[in-house]
């Protein structure tokens, strides 16, 4: 067995993303499988180096992990002919610049998404980086979700007959911080520190849609910020500048509709904190992260609309899980290893920067939409 390193530079790693996803739950648990196999009795060993701003955050965090390299200085970082991969899972607002100084030093890049606060900003990165000629991964872990490769299972195998339309439920209560402690950082909600739940899920739907359904060829959209005031991690009142809740309507290649609702405002009243509802000619489908239940045309019920009579039947029940047949990994580790094997082995991979850059546009006009009050067509992007 020969052990090749890749040596990847994190940043970020003391946020949400950065630490719980990919630094415990992808590198270091592929570090805990003993590396990514690469066939021929090769294996490749992530090395990662922490980086961030505060070196005793990054400390802690390495000697919780067996770690030993952390660094404070992004540029010195970019300068070390060692480090193979830059990663970037700082707040979104930090991003664009960071990844434009990866690019120039010539490393890999793997990044979270937004890409970038604008569309003009991603499209720049994408053909800087496509120029330079290093390879380049944007996170879209939604797609490896357990519930979303059964939805796509039963897309690949014909189960939908012609697919109508796509209904997506996203969201549940942020709490205000004042009286419990809000459960995301503040600076989601201040537009001015790259904020928004338009700007953070709509890139999500972008790739969900495109790659499950047919790309999103018109957006409409409105949106709110239902929750004008809130309190910040130091307890201090601030205002919300930034929108909360976003009710979209996607017409899709193809000629789906897809509406998804996303609200850090809302109370769940689902089985799951996102679900989609995909109704066909032949069947429907309710997806969510971890399941996904089914309804075929044959054992479609008959429901007759009597507001007098009490409802006789279980809707709910009357649907059919569907069963795992695989056993799934987490999705941002599987994406990671996609990635690692584009890197050592040059496998193909096309959820790069081009397409990170459609996420941000459909953010950017989904926002622009809802200013003008019209909807707007999404034109295809190219480098
Ligand atoms: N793929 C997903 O499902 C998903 C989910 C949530 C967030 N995200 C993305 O991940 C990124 C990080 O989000 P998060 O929720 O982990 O945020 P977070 O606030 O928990 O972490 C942000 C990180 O950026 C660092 N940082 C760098 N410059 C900063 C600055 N000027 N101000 C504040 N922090 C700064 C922080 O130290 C921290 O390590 C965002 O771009 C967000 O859009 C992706």
């Not at 965090?61 to 070390?80: C, F, N, Y």
Request: aromatic share 8%; charged share 25%.
């Amino acid at each position: 067995m020969t052990r090749r390193t890749v040596r990847i530079a994190m940043n970020g790693v003391t946020g949400r993303m950065g630490y719980r996803q990919h630094l415990v739950r992808s590198i270091l648990a592929i570090r805990e499988q003993g590396g990514l196999a690469l066939g021929g009795g090769e294996v490749l060993w992530p090395e990662p180096v922490l980086v961030g701003r505060r070196e005793h955050a990054l400390r802690e965090i390495a000697e919780r992990h067996g770690l030993t390299e952390v660094a404070t200085d992004l540029d010195a970082v970019l300068a070390d002919d060692s480090i193979d991969i830059y990663f970037d899972a700082q707040v979104t607002s930090a991003r664009e610049e960071a990844l434009k100084k990866a690019v120039a030093a010539g490393k890999h890049i793997y990044t979270e998404k937004p890409t970038a606060t604008d569309l003009a900003g991603a499209l720049d990165l994408a053909r800087l980086a496509t120029s330079a000629g290093i390879k380049h991964g944007v996170v879209q872990d939604k797609l490896f979700l357990p519930g979303l490769l059964k939805l796509k299972r039963l897309i690949d195998g014909g189960f939908f007959g012609e697919i109508l339309s796509v209904r997506g439920e996203f969201g549940y209560w942020v709490f205000e911080g004042d009286w419990q402690e809000a459960q995301r950082p503040s600076w989601n909600y201040r537009s001015e520190d790259g904020g928004g739940i338009v700007v953070d899920m709509f890139p999500h739907w972008e790739y969900v849609l495109h790659e499950l359904f047919g790309r999103v060829t018109t957006v409409s959209a409105h949106v709110s910020t239902h929750v004008p005031r809130r309190w910040d991690e130091q307890g201090k009142p601030y205002d919300a500048t930034a929108d909360d809740s976003a009710y979209g309507i996607f017409q899709l290649d193809g000629g789906a509709v897809a509406q998804i609702n996303s609200s850090w405002s809302v109370r769940v009243n689902r089985d799951e904190l996102v679900e989609f509802q995909v109704d066909g000619t032949h069947g429907s489908a309710v997806a969510g992260l971890r399941n996904c239940r089914v309804q075929h045309r044959s054992a479609t019920p008959k429901p007759v609309w009597n507001p007098d009579l009490p409802v006789t039947e279980s809707f709910r029940d009357q649907w059919q899980q569907v069963p795992d047949n695989a056993e799934f990994d987490n999705g941002f580790k599987a994406q990671w290893e996609l990635f690692l094997r584009h890197i050592a082995l040059d496998e193909p991979y096309h959820w790069d920067l081009l397409a990170g850059a459609r996420g941000v546009q459909l953010a950017e006009l989904g926002l622009r939409s809802h200013a003008e009050g019209r909807r707007l067509d999404v034109p295809e992007l190219s480098l």
